[in-house]
């Protein structure tokens, strides 16, 4: 099963698929984009995706061609043109336009849509433990638009990695922010805490997901600024993003994270993973 790419109506083998060199995500990152899985040719949560990705195209003022339902069916183009029912990253983009590099808006830009579809093995929640590295977060001011301006992640991603961890906690001074890629939650006396929406994360769906899930479960959270301190004194840190669903970590700058909250994690897990196989039951396929 290889990899499929698909550029403004094109699809083919990823490894073969070019983007034009004006394309303005090359020159300048202007651009948008989401990721999500898809298991039985289902998009999981697609709805919340595509509201994230109109609001995030919207805020850089993209001129996106297509309304929601015609993004939808050039998803399932792709997702089709796979033609399996094992679990698969889907991923897109929009960049603003292809013109010549200047840096204001070309006249009468129209936006360029990127899709790629991979197969992928999803990590088993019951199993796996991050360790984590706490990560000064140098990005700019607008990490609730999804755009393609990664660097700080990728530097932060890079630097975990050569430390033999798998993910960053990000901080801002004292304050918590979020993971390179992933947000952050921690458990502390039974309740669950994660960073309030504004400015400095991205709304991860996610992360939305495991809060309703608590909501459903009788779990408390609260979503409010917490410290590094709160970090460290905390009974367990979860890590959230689309592409892995909720995992737990073992290890923050080297110690041992208590991991004492067992009981609460594993019943999120748990109405996370059966989320997840109902809303991707081969019946809902389109
Ligand atoms: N990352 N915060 C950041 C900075 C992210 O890049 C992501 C997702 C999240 C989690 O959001 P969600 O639950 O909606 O995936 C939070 C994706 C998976 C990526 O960049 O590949």
Redesign the pocket.
């Known amino acids: 099963m290889e990899a499929l790419g698909y550029y403004n109506g094109q699809i083919g083998l990823l490894k073969d698929m070019t983007v034009p060199m004006n394309d303005r995500a090359v020159y300048f990152g202007d651009g948008v ?4 899985l898809v298991k039985n040719r289902v998009i999981f949560s697609l709805e ?2 595509l509201n ?1 990705f109109e609001r995030s195209y919207k805020a850089l003022r993209l001129n996106f061609p297509l309304t929601r339902e015609e993004l939808a069916a050039e998803l399932y183009k792709v997702v089709d043109a796979m033609d399996t029912d094992a679990t698969l ?1 889907l ?1 897109w983009q929009a960049s603003r336009a292809t013109a010549p590099r200047k840096h204001t808006f070309p006249e009468g830009a129209k936006a360029n849509l990127m899709i790629t579809l991979k197969p992928i093995t999803l990590k088993d929640m019951k199993t796996f433990r991050h360790k984590l590295i706490t990560w000064e977060d140098t990005r700019y001011l607008h ?1 609730d638009i ?1 755009t393609l301006n ?1 660097i700080p ?1 990728v530097m932060a991603a890079q630097a975990a990695e050569e430390k033999g961890c798998t993910e960053v906690v990000q901080h801002r001074g004292e304050r918590v922010t ?6 952050i939650v921690i458990v502390k006396d039974g309740r669950l805490i994660t960073a309030p929406l504004d400015n400095l ?9 495991l809060l309703q899930l608590a909501k459903q479960c009788g779990i408390p959270y609260e979503e409010r600024i917490f410290t590094l301190d709160e970090l460290r004194a905390a009974d367990e840190i979860l890590v ?5 669903l909720c995992l737990r970590a073992e290890e923050l700058d080297g110690a041992a994270v208590p991991q004492t909250a067992g009981a609460i994690v594993e019943t999120l897990q748990e109405a996370y993973r059966q989320k997840f196989e109902k809303e991707t039951d081969p019946a809902l396929r389109k």
């Open positions: 984009y989401e990721a999500v919340e995706h994230r990253l991923y990490c999804k990664l992640s979020e993971g390179a890629h992933s947000n994360i991205l709304p991860g769906i996610t992360r939305m997901h959230t993003s689309s592409s892995a």
